[in-house]
């Protein structure tokens, strides 16, 4: 059974950081692009960071470029979003999935809460 | 940017009724799309990929159809299961990889 478990959502003050963590298992991870989507409260989907299997090709969304890094760890089956310079506007559930193009694989999301 | 227009926003359809959801591609897409179910407090489902193939395990009652810029989800025969909100998302020029802003499928 494929699994995506994300953890290290939680509450932060405006300019902090966070670093969140998804465990996958069930497939073979180190073939899948992996992905960072969120979802703002009472909000639509919305693509955040992707990273290829090899972790040779990174994209961001204008909206986080220079405050977020995505890196992954093939050998822990592991992949990870550093958040930096957090604002308000970040808030909303996060979603690691798997991709072939299309999201194949979804966790069930971690909450992050920008709030002073 | 590519961005995806659903429509309607809303749809109230009775259960056993077919329902038809739209969604509109700002430039072509080819047959670069997929379609996703979000039921509250679940993460999303991929339902359909490549316009038209069901994913794994999704019942025969949800067909896709369309290529370029015009994108139909059809639902033939609602089950209380399926009211939910669904988001198509194109992937054939990306980054970004662009969702569309939701329809909500509610009981009529």
């Known amino acids: 059974e494929v699994q995506l478990v994300e953890s290290g959502g939680g509450l932060v003050k405006p300019g902090g950081s966070l670093r969140l963590s998804c465990a996958a298992s069930?497939?073979?991870?180190?073939?899948?692009?992996m992905n960072w989507v969120r979802q703002a409260p009472g909000k639509g989907l919305e693509w955040v960071s992707s990273?290829?299997?090899?972790?040779?090709?990174?994209y961001y969304a204008d909206s986080v470029k220079g405050r977020f890094t995505i890196s992954r760890d093939n050998a822990k089956n592991s992949l990870y979003l550093q958040m930096n310079s957090l604002r308000a506007e970040d808030t909303a559930v996060y979603y690691c999935?798997?991709?072939?193009?299309?999201?194949?694989?979804w966790g069930q999301g971690t909450l992050v809460t920008v709030s002073s | 940017e590519i961005v995806m227009t659903q429509s309607p926003a809303t749809l109230s359809v009775s259960p056993g009724e077919r329902a038809t959801l739209s969604c509109r591609a700002s430039q072509s897409v080819s047959s670069n799309l997929a379609w996703y179910q979000q039921k509250p407090g679940q993460a999303p489902r991929l339902l359909i990929y490549g316009a038209s193939t069901r994913a794994t395990g999704i019942p025969a009652r949800f067909s896709g159809s369309g290529s370029g810029t015009e994108f139909t989800l059809t639902i033939s025969s609602l089950q209380s299961e399926d009211f939910a909100v669904y988001y198509c998302q194109q992937y054939n020029n990306w980054p970004p990889e662009t969702f569309g802003q939701g329809t909500k499928l509610e009981i009529k």
């Open positions: 999935a798997g991709d072939r193009g299309h999201f194949d694989y």
């Open positions: 069930g497939f073979t991870f180190s073939s899948y692009s």
């Open positions: 990273i290829s299997s090899s972790s040779s090709y990174i």
